[in-house]
């Protein structure tokens, strides 16, 4: 007997037809195929089965996560491998106190971790029977060499983890994915970086080291950073290189063009910087700066050179209960040297070295009026950020406690400081909106007016006419390289 799935119906065993309905028996699936229908069916339509597909799939991971953790896999390394070092060979320097190895790792890693902006801190409490006394010092400094190389080495895994990417899919990565990658991205270097910065807390204990604080008791001392700021820092940063990368070709051809200016300004941002580390390399070792020191610190004074040399003021303030007047506050400009030694004047030549590679460098990539304002714009911008970014700002207070505070307030020189060496912010923008604008505006002209760039040979392109119906043949010129039509065509596709 055969029942009909469509009308419930019986026939005959072995009927192609239903008696019924005349509909046509249909294979019956295996009992292993075959699955309860929980929707509610057409009438006269129960008991109908559908046909199991069994799900092969299994958890898969998303590529975009291991590719995330491959690029940050570089940069973590440096962090790691820096704090090493320093905690190797600063050993006994006197920045920060000695201790085990490990407690000095945890500081040094702490003070990496600053490339990102955070603030470190220290607090110091010397106790006795008398009294007591605690410092707290804060540290508010950028190492520009290594906020610089990790975010090199971050976008040398981006770009591997791209091509990767485009092998297994040519098509490139749409906006919407490059915000996913973007994100990704920022998530695990701000996790990255909480991971490190919970290994930077450190506390010693133990008794004084100085000679002028013997038998005055013990001395505790605690330091870290203030780990949100690193967090959110590094995110940040990450999550913006990861969407440049990734959206470079679907970008706009606005957008494109900005990057260009932007790929552009760099290139002579690190010129003008790398030759002005050398020249700080040499300053720091003639004044017998520690040599470890140096390579931490040079790119911080490279742009303090090039700040000079532009005319922006560099200021150092100091307040504390040492300074006969409270207060003192010293300053540094090409303008006024204030006693300074006569040799910063020399300065001047890394500043206009830096706007005449600007200027040849919009010349010869043939950027027209816009794409050298646009150039312009970025290159004030970057220019600002590193100048600001290499300032120091270090406050120091204590609070003293008992009858012993007045023996510890001697050995210590009695100093309840806020000490800063930064920048006039004015001074630094109008300095540098100067120097870009004769850069990236007067030196074209200036070198236009030297050496005249000759007009391109034209082009033969028949009329409409044509030369066989007698017509006249007409010269279209060819876009020259330096013409601002090259230019923006250039800048759509985002190339030099």
Do not use: K
């Amino acid at each position: 007997m055969a029942i009909c799935t469509y009308c419930g119906a019986a026939s005959a065993l072995g009927a192609v037809r239903c008696a019924s309905c005349d509909q046509p028996f249909a294979s019956v699936p295996a009992i292993g195929e075959v699955v309860e229908e929980t929707g509610r069916g057409e009438p006269g339509r129960w008991g109908r089965g559908v046909v199991h597909e069994p799900r092969t799939g299994r958890l898969r991971i998303d590529p975009g996560w291991p590719a995330a953790l491959r690029a940050l896999l570089a940069p973590t390394v440096l962090l790691l491998v820096t704090a090493l070092l320093l905690a190797d060979t600063a050993d006994g320097a006197g920045i920060l106190p000695e201790g085990p190895f490990g407690e000095r790792y945890g500081r040094w890693l702490a003070v990496t971790l600053t490339c990102f902006g955070a603030t470190w801190r220290s607090t110091t409490e010397l106790s006795h029977g008398l009294g007591a006394v605690s410092t707290e010092l804060e540290l508010r400094t950028v190492p520009l060499v290594l906020t610089v190389l990790w975010l090199l080495l971050l976008r040398l895994g981006l770009r591997r983890g791209l091509r990767e990417r485009l092998r297994r899919r040519p098509e490139p990565p749409t906006p919407r994915e490059a915000a996913g990658e973007a994100l990704r991205t920022g998530l695990v270097a701000g996790l990255t970086t909480l991971l490190l910065g919970l290994l930077t807390a450190t506390e010693l204990t133990g008794a004084a080291g100085s000679a002028d604080l013997s038998g005055l008791g013990t001395v505790r001392d605690s330091s870290g950073i203030v780990l949100w700021q690193a967090v959110a820092g590094s995110a940040l940063a990450a999550a913006a290189l990861a969407f440049a990368v990734h959206a470079a070709d679907v970008l706009p051809p606005r957008a494109l063009a900005w990057r260009s200016a932007a790929l552009l300004s760099l290139r002579v941002t690190a010129t003008a910087a790398a030759v002005a580390s050398v020249v700080a390399l040499v300053l720091t070792a003639a004044a017998g700066w520690p040599v470890w020191l140096d390579p931490v610190a040079v790119l911080n004074v490279a742009m303090l050179l090039i700040g000079i040399g532009s005319g922006a003021r560099a200021e150092v303030h100091a307040s504390g209960l040492a300074l006969p007047t409270g207060a003192q506050t010293q300053s540094l400009s090409l303008f006024d040297l204030q006693g300074h030694s006569a040799h910063w004047c020399w300065t001047v030549l890394l500043a206009l070295g830096t706007a005449v590679l600007l200027g040849r460098t919009a010349r010869r990539h043939g950027l027209g009026l816009p794409g050298r304002l646009r150039l312009a714009a970025v290159h004030a911008g970057l220019t600002t950020v590193l100048l600001l970014g290499a300032g120091v700002s270090l406050s120091f207070t204590t609070a003293r406690h008992g009858s012993a505070a007045s023996a510890i307030s001697t050995a210590s020189g009695g100093l309840t400081a806020l000490s800063s060496t930064g920048w006039s912010v004015g001074s630094v923008l109008v300095a540098v909106a100067l120097w870009t604008a004769l850069g990236a505006l007067g030196v074209p002209a200036l070198l236009d007016l030297v050496r005249p760039v000759a007009a391109p040979p034209a082009a033969d392109v028949p009329t409409a006419d044509g030369p066989e119906a007698g017509g006249v043949v007409e010269s279209a010129p060819v876009p020259h390289p330096a013409s601002p039509y090259r230019s923006e065509l250039l800048e759509s596709r985002g190339g030099d």
